[in-house]
């Protein structure tokens, strides 16, 4: 089993940033990818970032590129999302997740779940 536990959320204004951390307990966190995800409103569930169990692969969802980094430290078990730049559509519930494996696959599940931390971006 692995614990995810979601911080830094809140309430920012557009333009805004914010770091997200994910700090996780448990089993080795070093054999897993991590990944963030989010749900807006009414939507669902979407891809943010992904990042391979070493660091040296990241993956981005394409509204987010070039403005959000996703960044891990294997010493601390904790996985980051730093968001820059935010917009409004940016506001939602943003997960952390683990998947059990060295590199990120988008075909696989996710093995483990945070409850999340909110983002709201106001205009």
């Known amino acids: 089993q692995v614990q995810l536990v979601e911080s830094g959320g809140g309430l920012v204004q557009a333009g805004g940033s914010l770091r997200l951390s994910c700090a996780a307990s448990?089993?080795?966190?070093?054999?897993?990818?991590m990944g963030w995800f989010r749900q807006a409103p009414g939507k669902e569930r979407e891809f943010v970032a992904a990042?391979?169990?070493?660091?040296?692969?990241?993956y981005y969802a394409d509204s987010v590129k070039g403005r959000f980094t996703i960044s891990r430290d294997n010493a601390k078990n904790t996985v980051y999302l730093q968001v820059n730049s935010l917009k409004p559509e940016d506001t939602a519930v943003y997960y952390c997740?683990?998947?059990?494996?060295?590199?990120?696959?988008?075909?696989?599940?996710?093995?483990?779940w945070g409850k999340g931390t909110l983002v709201t971006v106001s205009s």
């Open positions: 997740a683990a998947q059990d494996g060295s590199d990120y696959h988008p075909k696989y599940d996710m093995d483990y």
């Open positions: 448990g089993r080795t966190f070093s054999r897993y990818a």
């Open positions: 990042i391979s169990w070493s660091g040296s692969r990241t």
